[in-house]
């Protein structure tokens, strides 16, 4: 077991401890959280606290990830990130490591970052921007439809939210078809309307979304519930600090409307 875990660090060593109860592998438990998130939204009950570790739980993406329809399987994001097929421990090391190097640190965080900082400013043309901003970026492409489709669905959820402005203006932009409704700038203004620490709120985001690659490629590499939680400890073991370089860009503001 601690060779076959080895190999996904490519000689670095594991940081920190791992319990069983650190990984939620199991998709019965994952829905089940994602119903509570979504219960809570909609009822806007949600307490700081509980609300960051649910909204880490319930990362929309990885249900498309997941989903019967395949729209975002595993080896279709490797395809798109031209990566060999994930057919073994070494080949999903080298997916994570691509994966947080090419698309969730460069542009999945700061994307959230940016939602989430024009949001709680009532920054409605920088939101706009940041919307058309995404839909340029190459890796968009290959993962549009399911970023819209989840977005747009949790979007649908703060509508009761009458009295935020941004919320409402962005779902009007969105229904005229001139925003997009990106997941990553949905999960953003999810963090603001709710006044939610973002620098949890986005290692919740990027914990998640790394686990559920992980969770998908378990079964077919019969990976041990040990070997998941190792793997993820290497990959969120410098986060904190990768989070840091992020919140410490300030997003550009135009001028005030």
Not at 24 to 42: D, P, Q, W
Not at 138 to 153: D, E, L, P
Request: aromatic share 6%; proline share 4%; glycine share 6%.
């Amino acid at each position: 077991m601690a060779m076959r875990a080895q190999k996904i660090t490519d000689g670095h060593n594991f940081v920190g401890t791992w319990r069983e109860s650190d990984i939620a592998c199991s998709s019965e438990s994952i829905c089940e959280t994602a119903r509570h998130v979504n219960s809570s939204l909609n009822g806007n009950k949600l307490a700081a606290p509980e609300a960051i570790e649910l909204l880490g739980e319930c990362h929309p993406l990885l249900e498309q990830l997941g989903s019967a329809d395949g729209l975002l399987t595993l080896s279709g994001v490797a395809t798109a990130l031209r990566l060999p097929k994930v057919d073994s421990l070494e080949a999903l090391g080298s997916f994570l490591r691509a994966y947080q190097a090419k698309v969730l640190l460069p542009l999945e965080l700061p994307a959230i970052y940016r939602a989430h900082h024009h949001a709680s400013r009532n920054q409605y043309r920088e939101l706009l921007a940041l919307d058309l901003e995404i839909a340029g970026q190459s890796h968009q492409n290959s993962f549009a439809a399911a970023s819209r489709r989840v977005g747009r669905s949790q979007l649908q959820r703060l509508r009761p939210l009458r009295d935020e402005r941004v919320v409402q203006r962005y779902l009007q932009a969105v229904e005229q078809e001139r925003a997009q409704a990106w997941h990553t700038i949905v999960y953003g203004l999810t963090l603001a309307v709710y006044s939610l620490p973002v620098r949890q709120g986005l290692l919740s985001y990027a914990r998640q979304t790394l686990q559920g690659f992980i969770h998908a490629a378990a079964r077919p590499l019969q990976l041990t519930a040990s070997e998941c939680g190792q793997a993820l400890t290497v990959l969120c073991a410098e986060l904190p600090v990768q989070l840091e370089a992020i919140v410490a860009h300030k997003p550009e503001v135009t001028a005030e409307e």
